[in-house]
Structure formats: structure tokens, C-alpha cells
């Protein structure tokens, strides 16, 4: 199922699909999908486990933390979701470092994360 991202400017946030930090996580998730099915099949249960995983968690937390009522949990859920940023990024730079991911493709990755985390 393909999921079509809103992106009228002026629309009002009513779910966590309308959070721009959710619909970069969203398509980060969607390329870190795709990259990894070129990587080798030994790294299936190693890095291609780990880093879907971990873009995964990236919007899970997001919209865990936008359907909770106080500013404390939306606060911590938000974090994690940060953190699962930072782990990613680790695991771009393992798999450029054993050569499983090309420079081109490391740069694409690594500098869309960002936008993930400006909540």
C-alpha cells in the first residue's frame, strides 16, 4: 500500500501523518527499505535488520509521542525517536565502512536525517 503524503502548507495537524518531521521520517524509512535490498545477503540479519528496524522506530515514535496527552510523554517518545536518528546514522556510516554502501548513496541518506528530527 502506497501512503500519499498531505502537503498543503496551511492545513491543520489533526494526526501524526500531517508532521513534517513524521513525512521525512516516512520517506527516509521508505529509501533506507530500498537501499538495503542491494545490500549482501549476509547482512540480512546484521546491518539490513538493524537499520529498517531503526527507520521504523523513527516514525513509530512519532506517532506514539503525538497521541499522548502530556507534554512530558510527547516530550520522551519524540526523544527516542531522536535517538533511533543518531542510531541510524551509526549504522550509515558501519555500512559505508565495510563497503556495503557507496559514497553517493551514504550522502543521500545521512543528509535527509536532519529534517527528521526538527519536530
Request: proline share 2%; with cysteine.
Amino acid at each position: 500500500m502506497n501512503y500519499e503524503l498531505r502537503t498543503e502548507r496551511s492545513a491543520k495537524i489533526q494526526t501524526f501523518t500531517d508532521l513534517n518531521a513524521w513525512k521525512e521520517a516516512y520517506k527516509l524509512t521508505l529509501m533506507i527499505y530500498e537501499i538495503t535490498k542491494r545490500f549482501p545477503k549476509e547482512e540480512l540479519f546484521g546491518l539490513v535488520s538493524q537499520m529498517r528496524r531503526c527507520s521504523v522506530s523513527i516514525t513509530s515514535n512519532i506517532a506514539e509521542g503525538f497521541s499522548r496527552q502530556s507534554y512530558g510523554e510527547k516530550v520522551q517518545f519524540y526523544s527516542i525517536a531522536q535517538g533511533s536518528v543518531t542510531e541510524l546514522q551509526n549504522q550509515l556510516l558501519v555500512a559505508q565502512g565495510v563497503s556495503v554502501l557507496d559514497e553517493k548513496d551514504f550522502c543521500r541518506y545521512f543528509s535527509s536525517q536532519p529534517k527528521c528530527i526538527k519536530f
